[in-house]
Nanobody, 126 residues
Framework: QVQLVESGGGMVQAGVSLRLSCVAS????????MAWFRQAPGKEREFVAA????????IYADAVKGRFTLARENARNTVYLEMNSLRLEDTAVYYC???????????????????WGQGTQVTVTS
């Protein structure tokens, strides 16, 4: 069982940076594939970034590649999403997720993740 709690969301202007945190209060993130997804109003939840294990390459959605970075800090049982050059279209609720090592081709699939946080709102304004 894994309990995930996200934080760090807020309302920011376009172009600035924001860092989201996801802390596992139960479970150990180093044992899981960790991912970030987001859901904008009226849209389906979509993949943002995922890492199967420390040392593996991180996979990013094309929309955030080069701007967002997923990082693990296993000693703190925490995963971060560093978001730079934020755009209006990045506005969404961001969710952290943990799953049992999906195969590489499935790391972007919602169904690969069993545990989800409650989400944190990110609003980007002009």
């Amino acid at each position: 069982q894994v309990q995930l709690v996200e934080s760090g969301g807020g309302m920011v202007q376009a172009g600035v940076s924001l860092r989201l945190s996801c802390v596992a209060s139960e479970g150990t993130v180093s044992n899981y594939a960790m991912a970030w997804f987001r859901q904008a109003p009226g849209k389906e939840r979509e993949f943002v970034a995922a890492n199967r294990r420390s040392g593996d390459a991180t996979i990013y959605a094309d929309a955030v590649k080069g701007r967002f970075t997923l990082a693990r800090e296993n000693a703190r049982n925490t995963v971060y999403l560093e978001m730079n050059s934020l755009r209006l279209e990045d506005t969404a609720v961001y969710y952290c997720a943990a799953g049992r090592r999906p195969i590489l081709s499935q790391v972007s699939a919602l169904s690969s993740y069993n545990y989800w946080g409650q989400g944190t709102q990110v609003t980007v304004t002009s």
